[in-house]
Each structure stands twice: as structure tokens, then as C-alpha cells.
């Protein structure tokens, strides 16, 4: 059988159609071939008829790896990783996460090499063209990026991440990577020098915030107003949810001086949102500061989060009318995939039109047949999960941290350094914590 199929490769008839004459009739497949007796240059005679040769197809296979690299980039279907430049995957995650943002990497294509904004200053300017050059190559290579011109100007503005310890760059905390990086992109991509880059840093991720502050013991009461760029989910033995984890991040007590007492006192701060942004940043707050050991010790609680998040009930009341509507149009959107006819009206009684955006976010509604007074994006205060920054590790100064970012064709991607790899969805609900495996610190 061996045989015939050398020699099915030379003339293409199939074993199957071959009749090969040998001394005593004809070869069958099962022969031992050390019975025949055969001699180097003895012929045989083989009867068949060979298949039709097949012709070559007139445009041959292309394979991936010759593609130019920023086909072979889209043809991957995601971004490159990441190459660890020692104990710096806490910057590498940061990064793939905030790269998942297109306005974000819009407004930085926009932001010029040489035109510095009135008041930033050279070092805020150098880590903001960094980023934009970061992002860059992260979107048109296919092997990883060593992101070595960012890490120079994010340790020159920010001099704690070069710390040292036995002459090795320490592991540095994620949460402070990101906070960083987001104000200093607030500083500049805000400033005169961009306008009018797509939706800027306070659109796209600040969170105006409205708080009532009660003294009990005096009767003293104050409001306060404050933009952040993110909530926090507090951590304590009766939080089993990302839900219950905001609510207690937006009520906290605080200790200052009573006017009326003369003296200090207890005072309640009770927080609502009163703006929302586009993309919502959430940080589990798993670390605190151990005297003991003299380091950022942390909460392995088991904290579950979803995949979509509603903060409705976390927003002020003046916030909560303005997103009846989108929500009733969102809520409309979705009975009109099950075949429903719905009409909305405002209360000018005009029609809107809703439907999801294209990237799939529900956080919003496009409205184009609305009133020229409405924004073309509403905020329903319903959001998708898009990036998860976990923590592997017991200390945030230790440990591994890792990027894991949703596609656009809702495939994820676990970014650990330079080794990106497909994951499912359920497995990012696994990094909710609980014991020693990777668990979520930032959500986006």
C-alpha cells in the first residue's frame, strides 16, 4: 500500500485503480513486501487511469505572515501586546485598557508634536504625545510594543514610578498609573491647543458629583460640589455586590472642625451624581496601608460586578429627569427587536428616534430626529463593560497586574504584557476575587 501511493504522488492514479503485475499474478495492498524477491532496476507494469489533473488555482492562498503588518494587525483582529520592561505591567495594563477607548485615541491623534496648550508644561506635553505615539503603534503592529519613550516620560513627570529598591524598578500601584495619566490627559487635551479634539477628557470620563454634608451632633448641614474621574467601590464584610460597594463609596464620614461646637466633630458626607460621563471608571478599593508590615496590604473579599451597570439610583434627582427619556427610549429599542412599534414623545411633542450605538454600548442613545436643544448623545445611566484592570498578588507594590479588554466584535482579549489571548465572556465575571487568582481592581 505504501507503494502505490509513491506511486499515486508520480502518476496520480488512485491505489485504488492501480493493477501492478508481479511474478505470480497481481500486488495486493496486504503483501509483505519482502516476499516479492524484487532487484534494484527491475521494472514493473502498472494498468490505471489517472484522476484529472487539477489545476492551479489562478490566485494562490495568502497567508497571514505576508501581509503587510498593518493587514496582518487588522487581520488579528486585535492590538498588539506589550513587552514588560521590568516590574511594569502595572503601566502595560493601564494602557490596553484606556487604549479601548476610540474618543480617547481621537483626541489624541489630533493633539500636535510641537503646540503646547497655555499652561502645560513640557513634561505633561511629552507623556501626552508619548501616549498618542504609544496608542499608535499598539494599532499597527503585530508583534508587541516595548513602550520604552512612554515609561521615560511618565517617570520624568511622575518621579515615584522610578523608585528603586536594590537597584531594580519596583512594581508600582495600577490605580495610581491610571489616575495620573487620566488628569495629565485632562490638563492638555483640554487646553487650546486641541480644541476642538473629539469629546474631551471631562465628557468622556469625569463624574460631577453633588454632596449633602450632615453633622448630626451640631445640626450643622452644607453641600458640596466636586468632579472626579471615577467611584469607588468600598470593600467591607457585608459588600457582596458592585452595587452595594458604590453605595457605601458614596456615603463617608469625616472629621473636621464644628464652627458651632467649636471643636471637631463627626460629619456625614452623603454623595449623588449629578453629571454622567461616557465612559464610567470604578475602582474596587482592595488596598489599604498596614502599619504592621509597613505596605499596601489587600482585600481578596469576593466583590461580584456585571456586565451591564445601571447607576440610576445612584444619581440625583435633577440627573434622573433628564435620563427618563433616553432610558424609556432604550426600553422602546429594545421591545422594537422583539417586533414592537413604539413612539416616544417629549414633552414638545417631537418623535425621537433611539437605537444602540454602533460599537454596542447602551450607556447611550443616538437620537437624530430630536430636537436641535438635544444633545446627540444621551446617557441613559446604563453601561457595558468594556475593560477590566485586575491584581494577581497580596500586596499592590507586589503581585502581576493584567489588562482584559472587550473587541468590537465582543470577543475579549486578556492583555498579560506581550502575550495577549482569547478569552470568553464568563471568564471575566471569574475576576471578582475570593482567593488567590486575578481579580478586578479598576472597571471601565
Same mark, same amino acid.
Given at each position: 500500500?505504501?507503494?502505490?501511493? &509513491? ?64 493587514? *496582518? ?97 519596583? *512594581? ?7 489616575? &495620573? ?17 473629539? @469629546? ?127 432610558? *424609556? ?40 430626529? @430630536? ?35 472587550? *473587541? ?37
Amino acid at each position: 500500500m505504501v507503494f502505490k501511493t &509513491q506511486l499515486y504522488t508520480l502518476t496520480g492514479v488512485p491505489p485504488e485503480r492501480q493493477k501492478i503485475m508481479v511474478k505470480g499474478g497481481i500486488l495486493k495492498d496486504d503483501t509483505d513486501w519482502s516476499t516479492l524477491g524484487l532487484k534494484d532496476g527491475q521494472k514493473l507494469m502498472m494498468i490505471g487511469t489517472a484522476d484529472e489533473i487539477v489545476k492551479a488555482p489562478e490566485k494562490g492562498p495568502v497567508f497571514v505572515e505576508d501581509l503587510p503588518e498593518e493587514e *496582518q494587525a487588522a487581520a488579528l483582529g486585535h492590538s498588539a501586546g506589550l513587552y514588560n520592561l521590568g516590574n511594569t505591567c502595572y503601566m502595560n495594563s493601564t494602557l490596553q485598557c484606556l487604549h479601548s477607548v476610540p474618543e480617547l485615541k481621537s483626541a489624541l491623534l489630533s493633539y500636535s508634536d510641537n503646540v503646547r496648550g497655555n499652561g502645560v508644561d513640557q513634561a505633561s506635553h511629552s507623556l501626552t504625545v508619548a501616549t498618542r505615539n504609544t496608542f499608535g503603534e499598539l494599532d499597527q503592529s503585530v508583534r508587541p510594543v516595548a513602550p520604552l519613550h512612554f515609561l521615560q516620560m511618565l517617570r520624568k513627570k511622575y518621579p515615584q514610578f522610578a523608585q528603586q529598591q536594590n537597584n531594580v524598578y519596583m *512594581q508600582q500601584d495600577a490605580e495610581e498609573c491610571w489616575t &495620573q495619566l487620566i488628569y495629565t490627559l485632562s490638563q492638555t487635551l483640554t487646553s487650546e491647543a486641541s480644541e476642538p479634539a473629539a @469629546a474631551q477628557m471631562k465628557e468622556l470620563f469625569g463624574i460631577d458629583l453633588v454632596s449633602r454634608v450632615h453633622c448630626a451632633e451640631s445640626g450643622e448641614e452644607s453641600s458640596e460640589a466636586e468632579s472626579v474621574y471615577s467611584l469607588k467601590c468600598h470593600i467591607s464584610h457585608d459588600v457582596n455586590h458592585l452595587h452595594e460597594g458604590l453605595k457605601h463609596g458614596l456615603k463617608t464620614e469625616l472629621e473636621k472642625v464644628s464652627p458651632s461646637l467649636g471643636r471637631t466633630a463627626i460629619y456625614t458626607r452623603e454623595s449623588r451624581i449629578n453629571e454622567l460621563p461616557r465612559y464610567l471608571t470604578v475602582q474596587f478599593v482592595r488596598f489599604f496601608w498596614k502599619r504592621e508590615s509597613n505596605q499596601k496590604a489587600k482585600i481578596l473579599r469576593k466583590v461580584d460586578y456585571p456586565l451591564e451597570l445601571d447607576v440610576y439610583d445612584f444619581c440625583s434627582d435633577e440627573l434622573k429627569l433628564k435620563l427618563q427619556t433616553p432610558r *424609556q427610549v432604550l426600553r422602546d429599542a429594545e421591545s422594537a427587536k422583539f417586533g414592537l412599534k413604539v413612539e416616544v414623545k417629549t414633552s414638545s411633542s417631537q418623535n425621537i428616534e433611539g437605537s444602540l450605538t454602533s460599537a454596542g454600548e447602551s450607556s447611550s442613545i443616538d437620537i437624530d430626529k @430630536a430636537d436641535s436643544s438635544v444633545p446627540k448623545k444621551q446617557l441613559t445611566g446604563i453601561y457595558d463593560l468594556i475593560a477590566v484592570l485586575t491584581h494577581k498578588g497580596r500586596s499592590a507594590d507586589s503581585g502581576h497586574y493584567v489588562g482584559w479588554v472587550k *473587541q468590537d466584535d465582543g470577543k475579549w482579549i486578556e492583555f498579560d504584557d506581550d502575550n495577549p489571548s482569547i478569552r470568553k465572556e464568563e471568564e471575566i465575571l471569574k475576576l471578582s476575587g475570593g482567593g488567590d487568582w486575578h481579580m478586578a481592581y479598576i472597571c471601565l
